[in-house]
T-cell receptor, first 111, second 114 residues
């Protein structure tokens, strides 16, 4: 199993640009999570999908952030427009029961 | 809401010495507990987990943790650390069956000194 796959691994963009992060969960997992990690706030849950349906998006910072899961094998997290304070590492994780498996993360830098 | 407290933000330890990384969580009827490790520029990898049963849980890389319900603690231990154990360690909790919300502590950076 290839594990959770995220792309790109690194993204550098300018303020105001649209950013799309991608995630492929582990096959057979029915839950998918997007997290953000910063020095100041640690790991924060942004959104949780179960069976492709968003269950909890209370962690999404503001309307500039949106996430979709069109099918069981793909999810996107979009930031539009991006701001420097969005700079962080974004992780995708998937699970079947209790254990969450994390992807390698996307390091986003917004200039 | 659940909370997780990792009492030490940084722990330096000499190679081959024992180490304990402390974790306390806010009380709940039942919890599932996890320790994850994050190596530099990598994602989180599960070290071990407690779901039920024996309170002493053994994980990968020689780590173990003990669930103490009365003290609401889940401290991570290793009897002899190696340089390769240098990483950040996160304690996390799910408040029982049927819940998905994994709450993380702030992390403890373990630095193994040669």
């Amino acid at each position: 199993d290839a594990g959770v796959i995220q792309s790109p691994r690194h993204e550098v963009t300018e303020m105001g640009q649209e950013v799309t992060l991608r995630c492929k969960p582990i096959s057979g997992h029915n839950s998918l999570f997007w997290y953000r990690q910063t020095m100041m706030r640690g790991l924060e849950l942004l959104i949780y999908f179960n069976n492709n349906v968003p269950i909890d998006d209370s962690g999404m910072p503001e309307d500039r952030f949106s996430a979709k899961m069109p099918n069981a094998s793909f999810s996107t997290l979009k930031i539009q427009p991006s701001e420097p304070r969005d700079s962080a590492v974004y992780f995708c994780a998937s699970s079947f029961v209790n254990e969450q498996f994390f992807g390698p993360g996307t390091r986003l830098t917004v200039l | 809401a659940q909370s997780v407290t990792q009492l030490d933000s940084q722990v330096p330890v000499f190679e081959e010495a024992p180490v304990e990384l402390r974790c306390n969580y806010s009380s709940s009827v039942s919890v599932y507990l996890f320790w994850y490790v994050q190596y530099p520029n990598q994602g989180l990898q599960l070290l071990l987990k407690y779901l039920s049963g024996s309170t002493l849980v053994k994980g990968i890389n020689g780590f173990e943790a003990e669930f103490n319900k009365s003290q609401t603690s889940f401290h991570l231990r290793k009897p002899s650390v190696h340089i390769s154990d240098t990483a950040e360690y996160f304690c996390a909790v799910i408040p029982g069956a049927g819940s998905y919300q994994l709450t993380f502590g702030k992390g403890t950076k373990l630095s193994v000194i040669p």
